[in-house]
């Protein structure tokens, strides 16, 4: 089984940067893709970012292209979100989670493992 846990999150002003850390231990051979979700307060859950493993593909929300990038360190078990040029609209809590790399990488119920999150605050 998979365990995630992520770091990184503050708070920042409109127009600044952050990179969110999400760590995996266990068996994580079985996980193919892995992504960066969002949840702000009274919304659903949504994708951000995906990745991948095996062969590095990736894909963004319309919301975050050009400003957000995701990456992974195969050596250190450790995926990344660089996300720049911060807007207020993008507080949220921000969720790592682990998953096959079947369907929609955007969908929720493609993933299995999930991490305990890291909220973000960007204020203007």
């Known amino acids: 089984q998979v365990q995630l846990v992520e770091s990184g999150g503050g708070s920042v002003q409109a127009g600044g940067s952050l990179r969110l850390s999400c760590v995996a231990s266990?068996?994580?051979?079985?996980?193919?893709?892995m992504a960066w979700f969002r949840q702000a307060p009274g919304k659903e859950r949504e994708g951000v970012a995906a990745?991948?493993?095996?062969?590095?593909?990736?894909g963004y929300a319309d919301s975050v292209k050009g400003r957000f990038t995701i990456s992974q360190d195969n050596a250190k078990n450790t995926l990344y979100l660089q996300m720049n040029s911060l807007k207020p609209e993008d507080t949220a809590m921000y969720y790592c989670a682990a998953g096959s790399a079947y369907g929609w990488w955007n969908e929720v119920k493609q993933y299995y493992t999930w991490g305990q999150g890291t909220q973000v605050t960007v204020s203007s």
């Open positions: 990745i991948n493993i095996d062969h590095g593909g990736t």
């Open positions: 266990g068996y994580t051979s079985s996980s193919r893709r």
